[in-house]
């Protein structure tokens, strides 16, 4: 079973940062990528950023220049630095990552994090 492990979440001011990190319980190689999403109350999950196996990364409008995704392979972990936090960066944070079809730990929908509460006070 494919475990991530989200932490770093909390209560900071607007204009403060955050990182949050994202362990998981395999070998970081045997996924495609890795995301980042966040649900904010009564709203939908939307896609934040994504780092591939190959390192390139991509990122939603809403956060591009603020935000950071990175990976540390030696620690199967991945990391989203926020920087200039915005209330409406408020939102619980979710890591997802994505085994390649060919993978014993293949599925359909990917593996999930539990998820780490930020949360922005103007």
């Known amino acids: 079973q494919v475990q991530l492990v989200e932490s770093g979440g909390g209560l900071v001011q607007a204009g403060g940062s955050l990182r949050l990190s994202c362990t998981i319980s395999?070998?970081?190689?045997?996924?495609?990528?890795m995301d980042w999403y966040r649900q904010a109350p009564g709203k939908q999950r939307d896609w934040v950023a994504t780092i591939s196996i190959a390192d390139t990364t991509s990122y939603a409008d809403s956060i591009k220049g603020r935000f950071t995704i990175s990976r540390d392979n030696a620690k199967n972990t991945v990391y989203l630095q926020m920087n200039s936090l915005k209330p409406e960066d408020t939102a619980v944070y979710y890591c997802?990552?994505?085994?390649?079809?060919?993978?014993?730990?293949?599925?359909?929908?990917?593996?999930w994090g539990q998820g780490t509460q930020v949360t922005v006070s103007s």
């Open positions: 997802h990552a994505r085994p390649p079809s060919d993978s014993v730990y293949y599925s359909p929908r990917g593996y």
């Open positions: 395999l070998n970081i190689f045997e996924v495609n990528g």
